[in-house]
């Protein structure tokens, strides 16, 4: 497919001070936008400026959620290029996702090579201090006027481009997280493992909840015994219970995070045994107090690692070391990573696409 760049008139205004970068509320000038129809297939294919959509009021996704998303980075080397970090995984699991929500795939190498266009054409948008980066919101949404539930004929799928600020700004910093014996995120058979905006919707209660309570993150645990822990937030989580790094297993209802895989391939580099296993809340008490448990993790895309400093579960509160300070592993497989994101190590395992 071709892919048309349509001139850019006038740049945004730019947050020059990059310590003031929110999240996700600037976006550069342009985005990539492609079209879908059946019958026709993928077309239209553009970069273009950075402008709202005009969508039909009925449009199918405004109603049912037909939608995917997902989020990548780009980082700046210390030699001033520009890489992306494992954009393959992102673009297949965009289709794995698109098959699960009767959405048409796309071609990922085509996905990659338009990735590559627009942030090149973007590169001054990245930026260039310590902890910095350029977050990639590739999306998917059903477009089609229509009332009726069945999958659109018509869908819209674009990438927008956010420059975010560096996330820990006093060094990595412990959370404090509040199980919930209520809410679940995901059951089995249902779409856990899919980065579609339902699943994000629905966890916003319980999240409000935690944190009208003072925690910063709520864990899910399993929707059938809600004995098991699935996730933290929108993030996976890791324990290094009896020296051995414990994560949940990807049996549906949980996403297959990359920041995740990522994590499990340093830690085998490190020498650590990994079991991809579900541990239970009782572990987690148990073993907090034991010393079996000690440190845990979230991982995303987003803020790379977010140590835990304390669970709370029904009127109990555990806290791991000091509940202040970040784990020892904790800290060299944050370390490790970033460093190949930012090219300060060797990239070991091929991750690192340079545009
Ligand atoms: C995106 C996401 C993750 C993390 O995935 P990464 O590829 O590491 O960013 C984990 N859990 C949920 C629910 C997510 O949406």
Redesign the pocket.
Known sequence: MNLQILPLEKHKPRIADETQLAFGKQFTDRMFVMQYKTGKGWHDARIQPYQPFALDPAAMVLHYAQEIFE?LKAFRRPDGQVALFRPMD?FRRFNHGARRMCMPEVDESFMLQALKELVRLEADWVPRSEGTSLYIRPTLIASEPMLGVRPADEYLCFIILCPVGAYYKGGLAPVKIWISDHYVRAAHGGTGEV?TGG?YAASLFAAREAGAKGYDQVLWLDAKEKKHVE?VG???ICFLFDGKLVTSPLAGT??D????RSILALARDMGLDIEQRALSVDEIFAGAENGRLSEAFG????VVISPVGQFTYRDQTVVLGDGKTTGKVTRKLYDTLTGIQYGRLPDTHGWVDLL
Do not use: F, Y
């Open positions: 989020g992102n980065k699943n996730e929108s993030m996976n949980i996403l995070g990359i920041t995740r991982t995303g895309t987003a």
